[in-house]
């Protein structure tokens, strides 16, 4: 768990992962330079499997790559501190790796719900069973909404994100940790609870469309993913980031990105 001026609401984050029926995990938290009180907050947390890291200020890739570097379970996932585990988000998706070896990979419903009236808004199912890297390169949401994967730990395969991203960084390192192989399946089950209407990553248009042009930079040098694929992953993205600019009424911005 990255965690950057998190005081709002990383007590309830830490509590959801405190009340999981499964209670064989460990989670690391990574303070990354904040400037209210997370750093009290967390430290009054007595549980010895709640792990506490603390950097300057580099960002969500630098701040999850610190817990990937020490973890020491056989599986991993991340959760945002400013969202929620289910009480059975761990044993659930668990369950389904029982259910095939081949599994590196496993979803489960994502609940969106508003931040002030905790009101859900909609449900992301996923529905899509294989290797997700066709399906991450042409940005289907089959498979992807948010980083909620539980991903297995496999011998010698790096995880590591790119520290120069802020946005679609999650995209970039499921992209990178699936494109030599391993399964995606899912949870029928609600996993993840995605808290909307906060001031956050998504907020900031101009970084987000950063993001996605450094994303689209980085997959031009991929010579595994063919041309077709490359032109319509930019295609992709051009169409997202118009209908943001649009919605904000930042019709300028939409412009410049559609022609871009």
Known sequence: ?????????????????LNQEYPNWELLIVNDGSKDNTKEIIKGFKDS?????????????????????NMNGDFFCFLDSDDLFSPHSLLNRLKVFDQDEELEFVDGIVEVFEHKTSKTIRKFSPSFYGNPFSELIALNDSCFFA??????????K??????????????????TISKDGGKYSFSNSISYLYREGNVSAMSNLKKLELGYFTLLKEIKEW?????IEKINLRKKVKMIMTKSYLSRFQVLNAIQVYFK
């Open 1 to 17: 768990m990255a965690a950057y001026n998190a005081s709002f609401y990383i007590s309830e984050a830490i509590d959801s992962v």
């Open 49 to 69: 499997r709640v792990k506490y890291f603390e950097q300057k200020n580099k960002g969500v890739s630098a701040a999850r790559n610190v817990g990937l570097n």
């Open 147 to 156: 980083p909620t994967w539980l991903v297995k730990v496999v011998k010698n």
């Open 158 to 175: 790096k995880y590591h994100f790119n520290e120069e991203l802020s946005h679609c960084e999650d995209i970039l390192f499921y992209l």
């Open 223 to 227: 010579s595994f993913v063919s041309k």
